[in-house]
C-alpha cells in the first residue's frame, strides 16, 4: 500500500469520551468507527494548553522542551528543540499548515519557509470556529490557484494542523453539564467536517490520514494547573488512509507519539534521537518508505 499523501491533525481541548454521548459528534463517531482509538494516551505536565502543545509537536517531554509556562512571551523565544514540521521537511520536503486558535500558540510559531502559521485566538472578538474554518477554506483556495499562498507553500500542505479549543473553553466558563457545552461540541464536530469536506473537494480525502486528540480531557481547563499528582489522560484517534477500521489500541500512548506516527503514516523515516515512536498497531500494512522527492 503506497504511503498517505495528506494528514491532517485536528488538536481539540476539553474533549474525552463522555463528550460523545446525546450524538453531539456525528463525524468523530464516524471516525473513530472507521480507525483506531484509545481514550487513555497519556499527556504531560503541567497540563495547560501551552506546554502539552509542545510536546506534541516536539515529540519531547516537559523536562525536555523547557516550556512550562501558559502564555506567549516574545522574550523568551521559540523553542530550541526541533518539531515535528522540521522533521516532516528534514526527511521528505513536506510542508505544514498550522491553523491555532490561541495566542500563546505564538511561542511555537517559529516561522519556517514550510511552515505556515495563522492565528485566531481569543484576542479577536471575531475569532470562532467557524472563522478558523474560512481561513482554512481561502487558504486552500489560494493555494490550488497557481499562485501560492504567503510565501513558500505552492501548493496544498501535506500536514495540516487544526486547533479547535471551543468545547474546553465553555465547559470550562458555563459548566460541563451545560447545553452550551454540548452546542460547543457540535460546533468542533461540525468544522472537522467541514475541513473534510475541503479536502473531499480537492479530491484528497481517499489519499489521507486523520489524527484527533486533545490538549485536555473534559472536565479539565487547559488554562488551570490540576491539583493532582495523576499524569493527565487524553484521547487520540486515528482514520483514514491505512489505519485500521473499528480498532481498540492496546499499546500505551503518549502525545508525545504524534509526531513519529505522523511520519510513519507519510512514509517518512524517523530520528532516533526522538522520544516520539509510531504507533504500530494501528496501521493495516508493514512501513513502506514514501519514495524520494514525492513530495507532491
Known amino acids: 500500500m503506497a504511503p498517505t499523501e495528506h494528514v491532517i491533525l485536528f488538536v481539540l481541548e476539553g474533549f474525552g469520551q463522555g463528550s460523545l454521548k446525546g450524538g453531539t459528534m456525528p463525524t468523530l463517531n464516524r471516525l ?3 480507525g483506531a482509538v484509545t481514550w487513555s494516551a497519556t499527556a504531560v505536565k503541567p497540563a495547560l494548553r501551552l506546554p502539552t502543545m509542545a510536546s506534541l509537536i516536539t515529540g519531547m517531554p516537559v523536562e525536555k522542551h523547557g516550556i512550562t509556562w501558559n502564555t506567549f512571551e516574545f522574550n523568551r523565544g ?17 510542508d505544514s499548515a498550522i491553523f491555532l486558535m ?7 510559531a517559529r ?4 511552515t505556515d502559521y495563522q492565528m485566531c485566538g481569543p484576542l479577536k472578538p471575531e475569532c470562532s470556529t ?11 483556495k489560494k493555494a490550488t490557484s497557481g499562485h501560492g499562498y504567503g510565501h513558500a507553500i505552492l501548493s496544498l500542505p501535506h500536514f495540516l494542523v487544526v486547533h479547535l479549543p471551543e468545547a474546553g473553553r465553555v465547559g470550562a466558563s458555563k459548566g460541563w ?6 452546542e460547543a461540541l457540535r460546533r468542533v464536530d461540525g468544522a472537522m467536517h467541514s475541513v473534510l469536506d475541503i479536502y473531499q473537494e480537492h479530491g484528497l480525502i481517499k489519499r489521507t490520514t486523520l489524527f484527533v486528540t486533545s490538549l485536555s480531557a473534559e472536565g479539565r481547563d487547559a488554562n488551570q494547573e490540576q491539583t493532582d499528582a495523576a499524569v493527565p489522560m487524553v484521547p487520540w484517534i486515528a482514520s483514514g ?17 504524534t509526531g513519529a506516527t505522523v ?16 504507533v504500530e498497531e494501528i496501521f493495516q500494512a508493514a512501513f513502506t518508505a514514501a519514495p524520494r522527492g514525492s513530495s507532491e
Open 78 to 94: 521559540y523553542p530550541r528543540a526541533p518539531s515535528l514540521f522540521d522533521y516532516l521537511d528534514l526527511s521528505g520536503g513536506r
Open 241 to 257: 488512509m491505512g489505519i485500521k477500521p473499528g480498532h481498540a489500541i492496546h499499546q500505551p500512548v503518549s502525545i508525545l507519539d
Open 111 to 114: 516561522p519556517e519557509p514550510y
Open 263 to 278: 511520519m510513519r503514516t507519510l512514509g517518512l523515516q524517523t530520528h532516533t534521537e526522538w522520544e516520539s515512536h509510531a
Open 130 to 140: 467557524e472563522r478558523i474554518v474560512s481561513y482554512i477554506r481561502q487558504y486552500f
Open 177 to 182: 453539564t451545560s447545553k452550551e457545552y454540548r
Open 32 to 34: 473513530i468507527k472507521e
Open 102 to 108: 490561541d495566542e500563546s500558540l505564538y511561542q511555537l
